[in-house]
């Protein structure tokens, strides 16, 4: 069978996250299937993750579909920013139609890019949106230029896959034609394990240690649980102000040597599965990538209770919390027992539903139905 050209729209640059993390697990799943080309609006660390791994990378620029300004700020800056926006726009699709002419779709791989939707019009070629984000209750931002423009962007689309239920229902996809709730696959059933005992430590993790994930929170939990000879390692990339001011705090919480920061890395596997337990704060996670790799790894998760991280945790899979104190007695009952019915039970629902090895065919079906 003919392989499938597909040009990816890309929306981390300077920062490896989690869209672009899913992305490579699905591009993986899908090799000898799929030629794929991948647009970045910028060089940086992203771009070189996938060039390390084989995959072909176009820089051509363009402007992400998000405006944080608000008030009066938004009321000066739009029309700058409109105009400016405009241009970059026009430019990156008139460089996209000679260069990607031939291509059998476009793929956008966030909710924060809408490019890849003009490309697709002006190649005459199916465009699909992945949406991994709460915009609005996540990001805590808005489209630009507005919620009705980026809703009709949305019913303009061929297909849109919201990565789960939640956000499925949040985008009311049950009105698309072609709507589809897809989770993404995380790991592959080979990686699953389960050790123990765990070692006397709690896991943080993100891409990127920013205000959005919670780290504050994490630590204030941590403190509140009491967890003596503990230590919670908060991994990912951070910048000198983030990490000073979280060094504060764990100063002013009487834990100043139990916080220990760790690079980023994208191999988790031997963090996760040594951990007594993992925190994730994100309110309205868009699905819950670290919950999902802590289920194949045999580690209990505690997370706030909204978006995918409840449609995760549900049914006794792993501890949710609404506030503060819930949090930390729910930290402190794993330290003090491990949880190992409810861990081997979300161990079983991740491997039902999150491997790479069932995804190809899944995505390869929505391709073809288009």
Request: hydrophobic share 45%.
């Amino acid at each position: 069978m003919k392989k499938l050209r597909i040009l990816y729209v890309c929306n981390e640059d300077l920062a490896i996250g989690g869209a672009s993390l899913s992305l490579m697990n699905m591009l993986r799943s899908l090799e000898g299937k799929v030629q794929p080309t991948l647009l970045f609006r910028q060089e940086g660390p992203a771009a070189e993750l996938f060039r390390q791994a084989g995959y072909d990378c176009v820089v051509i620029p363009f402007r992400r579909a998000t405006f944080h300004a608000k008030g009066l700020v938004r009321v000066l800056r739009f029309l700058p920013h409109a105009i400016m926006t405009a241009i970059v726009q026009w430019r990156c699709v008139r460089r996209c139609r000679q260069r990607f002419a031939g291509i059998d779709a476009v793929h956008s791989n966030s909710g924060t890019v809408d490019i890849g939707l003009r490309i697709a019009a002006t190649l005459k070629v199916p465009h699909i949106w992945h949406i991994r984000e709460y915009i609005d209750l996540g990001l805590h931002t808005a489209p630009f230029p507005g919620w009705g423009h980026w809703k009709r962007e949305i019913f303009r689309s061929d297909a849109v896959i919201a990565i789960s239920p939640g956000l499925f229902r949040h985008l009311r996809l049950d009105q698309h034609p072609h709507g589809i709730c897809l989770p993404d696959a995380v790991c592959s059933a080979a990686d699953s394990v389960l050790e123990t005992p765990k070692e006397k430590f709690v896991a943080f993790v993100s891409g990127t240690l920013s205000a959005v994930k919670r780290p504050e929170e994490a630590l204030r939990i941590f403190a509140a649980a009491k967890p003596e000879g503990y230590t919670l390692k908060m991994v990912g990339n951070v910048d000198e102000h983030m990490k000073a001011g979280l060094q504060q705090l764990a100063s002013d919480l009487g834990m100043a040597s139990a916080l220990e920061f760790l690079p980023f890395t994208r191999d988790i596997k031997g963090l996760l599965s040594k951990a007594a337990a993992t925190l994730v704060c994100t309110d309205f996670e868009g699905m819950g990538r670290v919950c999902i790799e802590a289920m194949f790894y045999g580690c209990p998760v505690v997370a706030r209770d909204s978006g995918g991280s409840s449609d995760l945790l549900a049914e006794g899979r792993g501890y949710l919390y609404q506030d503060l104190p819930k949090a930390a007695a729910s930290l402190r009952q794993v330290l003090d027992t491990f949880p190992e019915e409810m861990v081997k039970k979300a161990r079983q629902y991740a491997l039902t539903n999150f491997v790479t090895e069932d995804y190809a065919e899944k995505i390869l079906t929505i391709y073809q139905a288009l």
